[in-house]
Structures are given as structure tokens and as C-alpha cells.
């Protein structure tokens, strides 16, 4: 309902008018309960088994930080939908723990937070598994098969997902920065911006956090200095070499480590593979590793993606009548 507001009126019926918008393609999409059901289960699944993993070895695993600090950057994602001028189905579950913020899309979807725990991890592993592989065949550097696959993989890998999400009327980009496909439904895929900066974050950080599984500390936790508290492992066999002669007490010690293998526990099979010791207590010292990636990953997603995508749109004067 409009109320007469003297000398206000016609703002007050434009802020109404803009909450009822929806992008015609976005009103009644197929496949929603897949993203309110299905997604979520899923994702769930997901974060009680990286729980419990850790909760089984004692230590933070790669998976869980790279889970756990996916989901911490899911409250910007909403401010850069403002800035690429992102609209989600209305017809998707919401939730409005990010009301408060000044600048955001209008829907924030329920399933996003979940999609987020699977999607940045699972977008990392591909990713270094083709760099691996280009690695050992081309005999290059992990950093320079990364940036080689960074176009290619990232643009395929986004226009699949986007092109998909936007043809199907899930989200749409409108009326978007730059270059835009418009398929027969109406939706709106942006084709260079944004999805030309996709190809910097996920590599960037995917590359940092590095291939699981990890032996020694990863650029995440160089960067803050967490070497200062580990110092090098020596070798299982020098140890033996160190402890016993020449008379025959190698094979001995060997046959009781061969044995106590059998029956190490998980965390210290982890420790074992790790090719350095920590200096202070362990508790602190993983502590300290999730507040590193935490670091990371916050300012990084910020730089990287949200300040360029809200910086453009504000220099350019953009304006969305669906994401105004």
C-alpha cells in the first residue's frame, strides 16, 4: 500500500516499486527444491565428516580449513552480487542474517552458505590436480602450470556453472558490466566481467593453501611466520641409523618400528607425514594455523573479488532496477 508523504512521494513509490521487481526469467524456475533440500543435506554432510575428522586425528586437516574458511567468506558474497548486479530466484529458500549490511542483493539464499562449504574445496582440488599433472608432463613449476590452466580451466569452469544457473532463471546477472549472453529464457550471463576476475581468487588461494596432503607448513602459514615455531624432522632412519649398531640391533629396531606401526594412532599418523615438529604446545600451534588461513582467505576475498566488482559498479554509475 502507498501513503501520501508530501514533497517524498514519488521516492517512496519508486523503493516499493524496485522490492516488487523480479527478472521475468528468475519468477518461477525449474529444479528449486534441489538447491533447498538437496544442497544443504549435502553440505551438511560435508562439514560433520570434516568435524569429525578432526575431531578423530586432532589436528585441523586441510579439509576442514578449507571447508570451515570457504563458509567464513560467504558473508561477502552478498555485497558482490551488489557490485555485478546478481539476482537470485525470489522463489529459493532465504535467510536475513545479512540484512545489516549497506550494500547487498536483494535475496540471499539459504542454500549458499552450504554450496560454499563444497564448492571453493572442491573447485581447489580440480584445479591442482591439473596443475600436478601439467607439472609432471611439461616439467614445470606448480605455480607456472597455474597460471597456464588459470584462464582456460576458470572460464570453462564458470561459464558451465553460470552459464547453467542463468539459463535456467536460478540467478541472473542484470543487466551486467560489460559484454552479456541472453538465453531464450531471459537470463543474463555476464562474459568477461565478471567472469574474467573468477580466474584470479580461486587460483590464487587455491595455490597457498596447496595440495593436500600437505607435508610441510603451506604459503598460508609461512606468510605469518609459523615456521618460528617448528624446526625440520629428522628422517625415521636416521633415527634408527643414530640409535642402535652394527651387530645386528638395526633389524631388531626396525621389526619393533615395523610393528608399532600397526598400531599408530591417527594422530600420529599425521604427524608422520608432516616433515616438521612443533615447538610449542600443539593446541596453540593449530590455532594459530586456522587464524592464518582465517587471515588469508578474508582479505584476499575482499581484494580480489569484492572491491573490484563494488569499486567498478561505483565508478561507472551502474544502476539495476532488480539490484538497486
Known amino acids: 500500500m502507498l501513503h501520501y508523504i508530501p514533497g517524498r512521494h514519488v521516492e517512496v513509490f519508486i523503493v516499493l516499486l524496485a522490492q516488487d521487481l ?75 542474517m545479512l540484512d545489516w549490511l549497506p550494500l547487498k542483493t536483494p535475496n540471499d539464499p539459504l542454500f549458499m552458505p552450504f554450496a560454499y562449504a563444497v564448492y571453493w574445496g572442491a573447485h581447489a582440488l580440480l584445479v591442482l590436480w591439473l596443475s600436478q599433472w601439467l607439472s609432471s ?22 561459464f558451465f556453472v553460470e552459464g547453467l544457473a542463468t539459463a535456467m532463471g536460478w540467478w541472473t546477472y542484470n543487466p551486467g558490466i560489460g559484454p552479456v549472453l541472453e538465453w531464450d529464457s531471459g537470463g543474463r550471463i555476464t562474459l568477461l566481467w565478471t567472469i574474467g576476475l573468477m ?32 624446526r625440520p624432522k629428522v628422517p625415521a632412519d636416521q633415527l634408527v641409523s643414530a640409535t642402535t649398531g652394527t651387530d645386528g640391533g638395526v633389524g631388531i629396531a626396525v621389526g619393533a618400528t615395523g610393528a608399532r606401526k600397526t598400531a599408530r594412532t591417527k594422530t600420529q599418523e599425521f604427524d608422520d607425514y608432516l616433515n616438521y615438529e612443533v615447538t610449542i604446545p600443539r593446541w596453540r600451534f593449530e590455532l594459530m594455523r586456522l587464524g592464518a588461513w582465517f587471515l588469508g582467505f578474508q582479505v584476499t576475498f575482499f581484494v580480489f573479488l569484492v572491491l573490484p566488482l563494488v569499486a567498478l559498479r561505483t565508478v561507472l554509475g551502474a544502476d539495476s532496477p532488480y539490484v538497486p
Not at 521475468?24 to 524456475?29: E, R, V
Not at 590464487?204 to 609459523?226: D, S, T
Open 22 to 96: 523480479v527478472p521475468p526469467a528468475t519468477a518461477d524456475p525449474a529444479g528449486v527444491w534441489f538447491f533447498n533440500w538437496v544442497i544443504p543435506i549435502a553440505g551438511s554432510v560435508f562439514i560433520v565428516l570434516a568435524v569429525a575428522d578432526v575431531i578423530r586425528r586432532r589436528r585441523l586437516t586441510w579439509g576442514f580449513l578449507f571447508l570451515f574458511n570457504s563458509m567464513a567468506v560467504y558473508w561477502m558474497e552478498t555485497i558482490g552480487d551488489w557490485g555485478q548486479m546478481l539476482f537470485y530466484s525470489p522463489a529459493f529458500a532465504q535467510h536475513h
Open 137 to 158: 608432463r611439461m616439467g614445470w613449476s606448480m605455480l607456472k602450470s597455474m597460471l597456464v590452466l588459470a584462464i582456460p580451466v576458470n572460464y570453462v569452469w564458470d
Open 199 to 230: 580466474c584470479t581468487w580461486p587460483n590464487l588461494i587455491a595455490y597457498w593453501a596447496g595440495k593436500p596432503p600437505i607435508r610441510g607448513l603451506n604459503h598460508l602459514e609461512r606468510f605469518v611466520g609459523l615456521q618460528r615455531f617448528t
